[in-house]
T-cell receptor, first 119, second 113 residues
């Protein structure tokens, strides 16, 4: 399967614990995104990497959240001291923009998500 | 005002019907536009990119009106398998070069036999 993969698919944890999620993007994609989705809402942007550089972080990403993409391939998202409000689906997406196509490209492809439940 | 607004529905339509979804966006500098489909408890999947000239893919037609900041999706001859949530997505201009997506809340469609 050459799509975006995420691990684990489900995580149940107790409030106050730390959790870490992993995302493996499509292999030739240099752009990687994390989003969070709660019930009845569209996904909300959390952070963006181009290669290994984290270029933007949303204000949603409090200091309890950290993301890395150490070698420009897979990425991890860690949540420290989880709270019940962190319960959500965490989605990873990747993209690659071909040069010269100004109006096209940047279609993002999503992984199956990690569903986090904080008790 | 939300950056991307959609009617949440649900839209309940009979098989074979034509249904249209609308979406408005607030950032006039937005660059790219997409429709994604999301099945229950699954990830969003790209349905169509939306170009200024409009585009069609089989039973699906997407249109963009930059002057009105409005995007539409038309589904003809609805199938039971079209039942899903349809997410309107806007890619705003960013001086940092981030190509993040801004999603609407999604419009739920249920096609009835």
């Amino acid at each position: 399967d050459t799509g975006v993969s995420q691990d684990p698919r489900h995580k149940i944890t107790k409030r106050g614990q730390n959790v870490t999620f992993r995302c493996d993007p499509i292999s030739e994609h240099n752009r990687l995104y994390w989003y969070r989705q709660t019930l009845g809402q569209g996904p909300e942007f959390l952070t963006y990497f181009q290669n290994e550089a984290q270029l933007e972080k949303s204000r949603l990403l409090s200091d309890r959240f950290s993301a890395e993409r150490p070698k420009g391939s897979f990425s991890t998202l860690e949540i420290q001291r989880t709270e019940q409000g962190d319960s959500a689906m965490y989605l990873c997406a990747s993209s690659w923009r071909p040069p010269g196509l100004a109006e096209r490209g940047n279609e993002q492809f999503f992984g199956p998500g990690t569903r986090l439940t904080v008790l | 005002r939300k950056e991307v607004e959609q009617d949440p529905g649900p839209f309940n339509v009979p098989e074979g019907a034509t249904v249209a979804f609308n979406c408005t966006y607030s950032n006039s500098a937005s660059q790219s536009f997409f429709w994604y489909r999301q099945d229950c408890r699954k990830e969003p999947k790209l349905l169509m990119s939306v170009y200024s000239s409009g585009n069609e893919d089989g039973r699906f037609t997407a249109q963009l009106n930059r002057a009105s900041q409005y995007i539409s999706l038309l589904i003809r001859d609805s199938k039971l398998s079209d039942s899903a949530t349809y997410l309107c997505v806007v890619n705003p201009f960013s001086t940092s070069g981030t190509y993040k997506y801004i999603f609407g809340t999604g419009t739920r469609l249920k096609v009835l036999a």
